[in-house]
């Protein structure tokens, strides 16, 4: 009926839950682009990433929350800690993703931070393809909904696309009325240099696995354009030395593949023909140093 033409919507929703969920995984796969880097290895994500998802009337600003840290006293986690909780607050519409049937204390802590919240939360129970009798997933959705109260329950995969689309649907009934907040071709508005830290941070994670842990950073020391060539010059900060060995590699080998990778997903990214330098360097105590935080962008 064109009198009466749906309004439009706009709002913020956090993704939340412990790590390796699935969490990047679904904004991804909801983008049908990559701007939250994922891995097997928990806590991949460290600062909040807004991806944006514009459709016809309706924009869902998504805020993909670090993951939860228990007990651990670092700054680096006291960092996590805070961004996760803020993310929550100021948001329309909370997506808790949980790993099928899984709850542990980790789970349970998020879920005790949620009761706080005022909006809709929206239990995603991921990873359903993994399960291998469906029969059982109604009985188990009984169990999870008595564990918190939500405003829906949603099994879905990620990583297989399936049911997304239910779950945005959720999403966006729950978004307030208003005016676009970010032009209809933006999905993110994290800059240039902080998706090429994060491009070569996911393929440090993904070369290494368990040998290194996420003791380490990536910090962009240049970025600049000349003529059709864009220069990243990039610094890997590590603990310690014996980390700085496993990174290089034998005779530069490793480092010389993550800068590989690094590079072609940079030119697909930015269109563009890139220079990459990777530079390794040991500082030990660095995830501990507040100060040091605050010069690589993590700013509470
Ligand atoms: P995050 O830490 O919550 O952001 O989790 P990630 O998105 O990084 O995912 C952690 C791991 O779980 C990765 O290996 C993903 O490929 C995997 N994963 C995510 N979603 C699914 C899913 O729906 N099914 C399966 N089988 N694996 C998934
Ligand atoms: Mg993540
Ligand atoms: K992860």
Redesign the pocket.
Known sequence: DTEHSSASRCGYVAIVGR??V???TLLNHILGQKIS?????????RNAVVGIKTEGDVQIIFVDTP?MHLGQQKAINRYMNKAATSAMKDVDVVVFVVDRFIWTEEDEAVAEKLQHVGCPIILAVNKVDQIEDKETLLPHLQVLSEKLSVAEIVPMSALRNTNLDRLETLITERLPEGIHMYPEDQITDRSSRFMAAEIVREKITRQLGDELPYEMAVEIEEFKQEGNLLNISALILVERDGQKKILIGDKGARIKLIGTEARVDMEKLFEMKIMLKLWVKVKSGWSDDERALRSLGYNE
Not at 37 to 45: A, C, L, M
């Open positions: 790590p390796n699935g969490k990047s880097i994922t891995s097997r290895k928990p806590q991949t994500t993951g």
